[in-house]
């Protein structure tokens, strides 16, 4: 999931518009690959355990630029997988964010 989203952050710069986002995604979708931290085998909606950890980061890194681009992610990227249709689960799992949480969690621990 980091990867993937230092690439898009990389091709996008810092304009984290909808339009943006909503485009990486297309290229992602269209280049055959599945867009990460989406899905989840059993789960048909949001991962309660994604949800605790994007609690976690509005309360101790809201302004962190990588946090602020999954933000972003997480509100475009299930209408966009929706459209697309392959996907039955277009919601976040724990892996859409637990990269970026586990960065403050060391952050903040040893501060």
Known sequence: MLN????MKQSIGD???????KDYLWETLN???VV?????AVLRKTDPRYMSQREFGLRKMPDDPM???VSQVYKIAPGVLTEHGKT??????VDAVST??????????TS
Not at 36 to 40: I, L, T, V
Request: proline share 8%; aromatic share 10%.
């Open 100 to 109: 970026k949480r586990s960065d403050a969690q060391t952050v903040t621990n």
């Open 88 to 93: 039955k689960n277009p919601y976040p799992n």
């Open 67 to 69: 946090f602020k681009l």
């Open 4 to 7: 993937w989203l230092v690439k």
């Open 31 to 33: 280049g055959g690959r």
């Open 36 to 40: 990460p931290g989406y899905g989840h």
């Open 15 to 21: 304009d984290l518009s909808d339009q943006k986002i």
